[in-house]
């Protein structure tokens, strides 16, 4: 399939390398994809993974998973990108089919060669 990222890669070229281990995601935007692309595989550890650790304390995958599997994933857009921050846009449908956008700043931060995701703040 090609990947949900946006990419217009094969998934198997593109997040599914990051979620696998074999990739880093060099760039907090990369890594924002490859969350993205984790949400409609439902690939629940990389979500959890991906936290950074001093965030990643409050997560609990069964959020997580509710989260991931309640929503039909549609598409991600990235709206801006800086070294340590994403905004972007999620299109989902929600579990009345109704199409909602998930907009969203978020914090990364690098952490011995890898990135990870913080936090976010939702963007009205
Ligand atoms: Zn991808």
Redesign the pocket.
Known sequence: MT?????E?D?EH??ALIHSGQQKASTAELLM??RY?AFVVANIDFLYNSFHPSTRRFQNKQDIKSWATANSWMALEIVKSTQQTVEFKAQYKDEDGVLQIHHEKSNFKELQGNWYYVDGRLIN
Do not use: I
């Not at 990947?3 to 990419?7: D, I, N, R, V």
């Open positions: 990947c949900p990222c946006g990419s890669k998934f593109c997040c994809r490859a692309s």
